[in-house]
């Protein structure tokens, strides 16, 4: 199995060689998986021939039984997680990252708790005010950042090749706080990897 997630960011040679192992693979016991974040207008040569060789899925939203996977396998077996589970599923329409947004809503309200390695989760249908569209829960999430990590975030959001630590802290250069600068520079290279 080769699994590409992004593969629109990937090389030309990169998608040429995804495109020839697709191509044997309907002959060989191989199966290749790619993911585009973003569909691109005008497709390089590559990725137009990974394309031809490829069948595209529609994600479908999370099932009840999946939601509850992902409460459990977000809270461990805290009580209340298949019904918290299912109320999730409802409110998110089964989608992960809105789920997981609600979430992080609930733990911020207090509606979610952890206390002695234990989760604690919300025996009754939540009463906090929640955001009802994904959309609504990032923006949520994003007016909460300070002026200098939005400036960042919209810095980034304008970048179409790979975001690496050192175009992070020429971002940060500048930023008033270097212990912010430092900090920020910090966690952008542990999610990258």
């Not at 040679?13 to 016991?29: K, N, Q, T, V």
């Not at 952890?114 to 604690?120: E, I, N, R, V």
Request: aromatic content about 4%; hydrophobic content about 45%.
């Amino acid at each position: 199995m080769v699994a590409v997630d992004n593969v629109e960011d990937a090389d030309d040679a990169s998608h040429g060689l995804l495109a020839s192992l697709a191509c044997i693979a309907a002959h060989h016991p191989l199966l290749v998986v790619v993911t585009e974040a973003r569909t691109l207008e005008q497709p390089s040569v590559g990725i137009s021939a990974l394309r031809r060789h490829t069948r595209s899925l529609a994600l479908e939203g999370l099932t009840r039984s999946e939601m509850i996977d992902l409460v459990r396998s977000t809270f461990g077996d805290a009580p209340n997680c298949e019904r918290f589970g299912e109320w999730l599923q409802e409110r998110s329409a089964g989608s992960p990252l809105h789920a997981l947004e609600i979430g992080r809503r609930l733990l911020d309200d207090g509606a979610i708790r952890y206390a002695s390695g234990l989760w604690t989760l919300p025996i009754e249908r939540p009463n906090s005010d929640l955001p009802a569209e994904l959309s609504d829960a990032l923006s949520i999430r994003l007016s909460a950042l300070s002026a200098a990590a939005r400036e960042l975030a919209e810095c980034l959001s304008l970048q179409r090749d790979r975001v690496t630590s050192k175009l992070c802290a020429l971002l940060c250069a500048d930023a008033e706080n270097p212990e912010v600068a430092a900090r920020g520079r910090q966690l952008f290279e542990q999610a990258l990897g």
